[in-house]
């Protein structure tokens, strides 16, 4: 039988990149102007974080536990949370699999052991997605609660321990009911939970408490934050990394408003409103790097030319743009008009 470590391992070792599966290389600042003015450019490349203790009452039933993993990509650390208002538990997200993780999760066990007056169980554990950085500690709950049940959307990376989530399948323990959102993009599996007792939502790594977030598919990325920001959700924004956003629905608009802003700075350059032009090659992605990102160090454009590609793809799937020779962009029909205009 596949055990959940054993798929973490197999995933680093064939997709190395997704040891960083979360916060983008780059410190975007997300806009909330209209999209006829260019986002603002950051005045620092990187915005310091807060801090976060390891266990955090944020609400009556909500308990932030986190993973023990800080780093420049998953910010103060996985967010892992513990959900109701009773001794029997729900589990969201298991941090890395690293020894600190364990134990944290054990004291706020205990913790609860002496606010509730009885033992404490985790009887149901939800994974959002199946990034290592959110499935490694799956072993180490087992070997505490080995009669809690295990789910994950089973798109993509399936362990035969654990059970499928169903888009629109409510999980309750008592005092909290989750509604499960398929919202794709960051990762093919990824999941939403609704918490309807709070009208709040466990965001994932779909939208995050500092920054913006990687994803897979531009395209998908975006149809799952209309549909987060359209189930009209009133509360917080509990991400899978950073601080709760108080805002969380706001939120979720501003990601929408940033990404249409980055299309909307490409197709500019393409347009020849950046100055300068493609010629009849077009514009390669690293050439409209060297535009949309000029404020940021060279050693930066690698890594944004990955987006750049993502927004171009998306771009090219609704017609808006088309390749042109080896690697170049251009307006969709551009060649046409031009031969008209003569």
């Known amino acids: 039988m596949l055990r959940t470590q054993t798929l973490a391992t197999l995933a680093l070792r064939t997709h190395p990149s997704l040891l960083r599966p ?166 093919a599996d990824h999941m939403a939970f609704l918490l309807e007792e709070e009208d709040a939502m466990f965001t994932g790594d779909n939208v995050l408490g500092h920054g913006t977030a990687v994803f897979e598919d531009l395209a998908v990325y975006m149809g799952s934050l209309e549909r987060m920001a359209g189930t009209g959700f009133r509360g917080r924004a509990y991400p899978g990394h950073g601080e709760v956003i108080e805002e969380g629905r706001g939120k979720v608009g501003e990601y929408v408003r940033h990404r249409l802003g980055r299309e909307e700075e490409v197709l500019g350059v393409l347009r020849g409103e950046e100055g300068g032009g493609g010629g009849e090659a077009g514009w390669s992605s690293m050439g409209i790097v060297k535009v949309v990102y000029k404020v940021y160090p060279e050693g930066l454009h690698g890594p944004a030319e990955g987006g750049v590609v993502q927004v171009l793809r998306k771009l090219e799937g609704e017609g808006k743009v088309e390749r042109v020779g080896a690697g170049g962009w251009r307006i969709a029909g551009a060649e046409g008009q031009k031969k008209s205009a003569l």
Not at 45 to 54: A, D, G
Not at 84 to 107: F, H, I, V
């Open 22 to 187: 979360t916060l983008t290389t780059l410190p975007f600042t997300i806009p909330t102007r209209s999209l006829q003015t260019p986002p603002p450019r950051p005045r620092k490349m990187v915005e310091p974080l807060s801090h976060l203790p390891p266990i955090t009452r944020l609400s009556p039933l909500v308990l932030r536990i986190l993973g023990g993993n800080p780093s420049k990509f998953t910010l103060q650390g996985t967010n892992t949370y513990l959900l109701g208002a009773g001794p029997r538990k729900l589990l969201l997200d298991t941090g890395e699999g690293n020894s600190l993780w364990p134990q944290t999760l054990k004291e706020a066990l205990e913790a609860g052991n002496a606010s509730v007056g009885e033992g404490v169980s985790i009887e149901t554990v939800l994974l959002t997605h199946w990034h290592p950085d959110h499935i490694g500690g799956v072993p180490a709950v087992r070997a505490l609660f080995p009669d809690a049940r295990v789910y994950k959307n089973r798109c993509t990376h399936v362990s035969p321990d654990q059970e499928d989530i169903a888009d629109g399948q409510l999980f309750r323990v008592p005092g909290a009911t989750l509604r499960a959102l398929h919202t794709p993009g960051h990762a």
